[in-house]
């Protein structure tokens, strides 16, 4: 009896090792899941991860005055960003002035609404040119420039890319405003007003009037009651005094002794910022040099491709030569009331991009074949897509889908579609093809050559509803910047 019951508790032991070993074992297992999991988290994705990972949500405000504001959109980190870009949108009121400055991050501005003028001093030069809706148009990092708003009764608006690469790191970017008064204060405010007055061989008064003017920010009115008086001279002067006032703004006179080492390492500052200037397309409104490299308007350029169901635009280097410094490029999209662009892969950038009108989906996939994002954009939104990240875009049934974006190569893109009679599904030899789906050739035939269009795709049936749909986390500026577009009838 003993013996038995004795074997009988020796059975029961080994049983419950082995129970505690399987535990462990599946413990294991999950622990490891979960933390690939979370490994993919931190990148930026995962499965199980926010469907809205790839919209860009939180904006901040970097300049703000009655005469208008900027607000940036900062790029999202981690492994799978292969280089961050922040997107800027900057709303002028009409007759203001963006005033003269330099940053540490270089710009590449597109006109969505309005009129401007845009200038900066390029070899010694002014360079002004005037910008119309849809124009591109390249401010390089350290390249002292200004922007007004010359509509007549319109807002401007213009959403910028931001290349943090030659960043400071402090914020999104930097910025060095040449004027400057009370409230928002200039690079030249720092020296010892005995050191101004004898570098720009003025009195101490004279240079205290300058430096306490009481400018309220960056932006300012120009012309009427909000007029400050130092920026509607500066507007108004010829192109030559014009030129000659902003070189004094920062250029030392030579002196002697200290004073002439002091004004040489000056000058070879200077002439390193105002020496980086980039010039645009001539224009008979246009003042100044006509040196430098044109603006391009990108709604005056046909389509790279178009058929029934919209129509692509993508810029590069060759066809935009300042893009080439930036390292940037730059894509306009618009799709007819249900249509898709065909999912695909850009293997050579990372895609940013803004809503500019209209709704759609967006779905992205994660290298293991899950869904990273399916979500709805309208007016506004930006999102981006990784390097190598499968994506495809598709306009509600209510309407066309319009975005605009950035991308991180300047060179020629070659985006390879998944999906089409042009997808690389055709181009792969099909015993090969069929193998690796397990399936017969004639089978994948039937399915890859069921399609016969490219690119852009009849899709009713997976494009979002009519009905409204409520979508969160979304940029209160960005919501605005298109409420004013849409209130302004500029849609």
Request: proline letters at 5%; one cysteine or more.
């Amino acid at each position: 009896m003993r013996s038995r019951s004795s074997n009988l508790l020796s059975f029961l032991l080994v049983v419950l090792v082995l129970c505690h070993g399987v535990a462990m074992a599946r413990q294991s297992m999950y622990r490891e899941e979960g933390e690939e999991e979370e490994e993919w988290d931190e990148r930026g994705g995962g499965r199980g991860s926010d469907e809205q990972r790839f919209l860009l949500p939180r904006s901040e405000q970097v300049v703000r005055t009655d005469a208008g504001e900027m607000r940036v959109v900062r790029s999202s980190g981690g492994e799978i960003v292969n280089r961050p870009m922040h997107i800027g949108f900057i709303t002028m009121e009409p007759k203001t002035l963006f005033i003269p400055q330099y940053m540490d991050s270089s710009l590449i501005l597109f006109v969505r609404t309005g009129e401007a003028r845009v200038g900066s001093i390029y070899k010694d030069e002014l360079a002004e040119r005037r910008l119309k809706k849809g124009d591109i148009y390249r401010i390089a990092a350290g390249a002292t420039f200004y922007l007004e708003n010359i509509g007549e009764g319109q807002r401007l608006h213009i959403i910028c890319s931001i290349d943090p690469s030659e960043s400071l790191g402090s914020g999104p970017f930097q910025s060095y405003y040449i004027g400057g008064g009370t409230y928002i204060s200039s690079v030249l405010a720092g020296f010892h007003r005995e050191t101004l007055a004898n570098a720009f061989n003025v009195s101490t008064e004279d240079v205290e009037e300058i430096f306490n003017s009481k400018i309220e920010g960056p932006m300012v009115y120009v012309s009427d009651s909000h007029s400050p008086k130092l920026w509607t001279k500066f507007l108004q002067m010829k192109e030559q005094d014009r030129l000659q006032q902003l070189k004094k703004m920062v250029e030392f006179q030579e002196g002697e002794g200290v004073e002439e080492e002091i004004s040489w390492s000056w000058r070879k500052l200077i002439n390193s910022v105002l020496g980086t200037g980039t010039g645009n397309k001539k224009d008979k409104d246009d003042r100044g040099t006509s040196k430098g490299p044109d603006s391009y308007n990108i709604y005056n350029r046909k389509p790279d491709f178009k058929n029934n169901y919209g129509w692509s635009i993508a810029l590069d280097e060759s066809d935009y030569k300042p893009l080439k410094h930036s390292g940037i490029g730059v894509y306009l999209v618009n799709l007819t009331a249900g249509s898709m662009m065909a999912p695909h892969v850009n293997p050579t950038a990372t895609e940013y991009g803004v809503v500019l009108g209209g709704s759609g989906r967006i779905q992205v996939v994660y290298p293991n074949g899950s869904s990273a994002m399916d979500t709805i954009v309208k007016d506004g939104d930006v999102f981006w897509v990784p390097r190598y990240f499968a994506f495809c875009q598709i306009a509600s049934r209510i309407g066309p889908f319009e975005f605009f974006g950035f991308t991180t190569s300047a060179r020629k893109n070659r985006p390879q579609f998944l999906v089409g009679s042009s997808s690389i599904l055709r181009t792969l030899p099909y015993p090969e093809l069929a193998a690796s789906f397990g399936v017969s050739v004639d089978r994948l035939r039937n399915l890859t050559e069921a399609q016969s269009e490219a690119v852009i795709l009849p899709s009713a049936a997976a494009a979002p509803p009519d009905k409204p749909v409520k979508v969160e986390r979304v940029p209160n500026v960005i919501k605005s910047f298109g409420r004013d577009m849409m209130i302004m009838g500029l849609e």
